[in-house]
């Protein structure tokens, strides 16, 4: 499994996405019509720094589509995202160990699109034992 399906069962299992949320995640796609969107999309790394060719940095951005008209709710829900990522320190995700999680970005406001849903972005960076 790649970082990227680590990353939305961590939000699946943490009531981030899936079930009563109202929040769909997906991995490197943005379906046109619906709502209230997750998307993770990889943005490289730097690969093995150290002598351990097992770890990894990876590098990963969190993209937002809310509902319109609702710029609160989207917001709330990347800062709850946030929250979850940087608190994984030294933890097992998906029978992966990550060393940890930590921001690149602050939120970056990307607009609205045609149906006047907000679309927010943040990026992040994991440190992965592969």
Known sequence: MSYLDD????????????GATGWTAYKEFTPEGEDNLVVIYSTGGT??????????????????????????????????IKQLLIAQKNTIINSVSYAGIVEVSERISTGRDDNNRPQLVQNFKAFRNA
């Open 7 to 18: 990353i939305v069962y961590l939000f699946e299992n943490n009531a981030i996405t899936g």
């Open 47 to 80: 690969g093995a720094q150290t002598k351990d060719l097992n770890s990894r940095d990876v590098d990963f951005q969190i993209a937002l589509r809310g509902t319109a008209n609702d710029l609160p709710s989207t917001e709330n829900k990347l800062e709850a």
